[in-house]
């Protein structure tokens, strides 16, 4: 698909979103990428988990990764490195030997704990609910495909 095509639909996705009534109708075509972005990165699970470890002051890199489950390095140094780009994480290197390195939440990082702890509350007191309903819906998806 040529980039003008690739263009073209992308424009008539941004008129339909703002068509539609819901938040994304108040935002204009670059406010809406951009809020997208800011979602995307935000609502990551690993940058949620990241930002809840966070909110009890600073944390060295070693310990973030023990204290999330299932992270791998990688993955931390890019979520690190995602949520320092956009002012939410501070990092501190002290100049010790070994490195010594901690990361915190910066003011911007704080404004949104509340709402990634209400998340992770909500996650945690639904979780049976959801599994049930995913359990149910697979069921009966298998079955019809027979």
Not at 19 to 35: H, K, L, M, R, V
Not at 59 to 75: E, H
Request: with cysteine; proline share 5%.
């Amino acid at each position: 698909m040529s980039s003008r095509k690739i263009g073209a639909a992308r424009a008539d996705v941004l008129r339909a979103v703002r068509a539609t009534p819901g938040p994304c109708a108040q935002w204009d075509s670059a406010e809406t990428n951009f809020i997208r972005e800011i979602l995307d990165m935000v609502g990551d699970k690993w940058s949620v988990l990241i930002i809840g470890t966070l909110a009890e002051g600073p944390v060295r890199y070693s310990d973030l990764a023990d204290a999330i489950p299932g992270i791998s390095q990688r993955m931390l140094t890019l979520t690190l490195k995602h949520l320092r780009r956009s002012g939410i994480v501070n990092r501190i290197a002290y100049p010790e030997v070994p490195p010594h390195v901690e990361y915190s939440l910066t003011g911007l990082g704080t404004s949104l704990l509340s709402t990634v702890l209400d998340l992770a509350a909500w996650s945690a007191d639904h979780h049976r609910e959801i599994r049930d309903n995913q359990s149910a819906f697979d069921a009966e998806a298998s079955r019809t495909k027979r």
